[in-house]
T-cell receptor, first 114, second 113 residues
Framework: DAGVIQSPRHEVTEMGQEVTLRCKPI?????LFWYRQTMMRGLELLIY????????DSGMPEDRFSAKMPNASFSTLKIQPSEPRDSAVYFC????????????FGNGTRLTVT | AQKVTQAQTEISVVEKEDVTLDCVYE???????LFWYKQPPSGELVFLIR??????QNEISGRYSWNFQKSTSSFNFTITASQVVDSAVYFC??????????FGKGTRLHILP
């Protein structure tokens, strides 16, 4: 059974560029989460979806961030324009029964904005 | 305020020693969930355990055990007879009725051969 798949594993971009992170959740999982991990702030929930519908996006830092889930097997997190302070590891996670269930995390995308 | 504190930033022990990772939480809710996750060097977080606030029984899974004490708002994690493969960052997390999951800052555990 394949786990949560994220791409790319690493992304280096210049300030001002658009960045798109991708995630494929585990088949059959109805919930998808985007987290950001930094040394200063630890793990932060950015947004989560239930059945492809955004439920809570209160963690999205600002309008430069947007997330979509066009179907049950794919989600994107876009940053436009990117800034150096967006540098972090971004994790996607999925679960079968929501936030009370164990989360299955992907390997993360390490984003560096120069 | 909802908060998870993992006071131990980094711990090093020699293989085969026992080690306890502390987790103290704050919440106004009477119903909540606590979690532990492991983040090995490969990067992905791996679920270890979930405990709800009404279940104060301690849990043992192989070399891992968890001690949940509501009286002290703690949910500590003990590894018995540690192994090098246990080296990782361990996160404690709290999920309350607001459906907000809050992670602690993590404890980096080094098991020395």
């Amino acid at each position: 059974d394949a786990g949560v798949i994220q791409s790319p594993r690493h992304e280096v971009t210049e300030m001002g560029q658009e960045v798109t992170l991708r995630c494929k959740p585990i088949s059959g999982h109805d919930y998808l989460f985007w987290y950001r991990q930094t040394m200063m702030r630890g793990l932060e929930l950015l947004i989560y979806f239930n059945n492809n519908v955004p439920i809570d996006d209160s963690g999205m830092p600002e309008d430069r961030f947007s997330a979509k889930m066009p179907n049950a097997s794919f989600s994107t997190l876009k940053i436009q324009p990117s800034e150096p302070r967006d540098s972090a590891v971004y994790f996607c996670a999925s679960s079968r029964q929501g936030i009370y269930s164990p989360l299955h995390f992907g390997n993360g995308t390490r984003l560096t904005v120069t | 305020a909802q908060k998870v504190t993992q006071a131990q930033t980094e711990i090093s022990v020699v293989e085969k020693e026992d080690v306890t990772l502390d987790c103290v939480y704050e919440t106004r809710d009477t119903t909540y969930y606590l979690f532990w996750y492991k983040q090995p060097p490969s990067g992905e977080l791996v679920f270890l355990i979930r405990r709800n606030s009404f279940d104060e029984q301690n849990e043992i899974s192989g070399r891992y055990s968890w001690n949940f004490q509501k009286s002290t708002s703690s949910f500590n994690f003990t590894i018995t007879a540690s192994q090098v493969v246990d080296s990782a960052v361990y996160f404690c997390a709290l999920l309350n009725r607001d459906d907000k999951i809050i992670f602690g800052k993590g404890t980096r555990l080094h098991i020395l051969p």
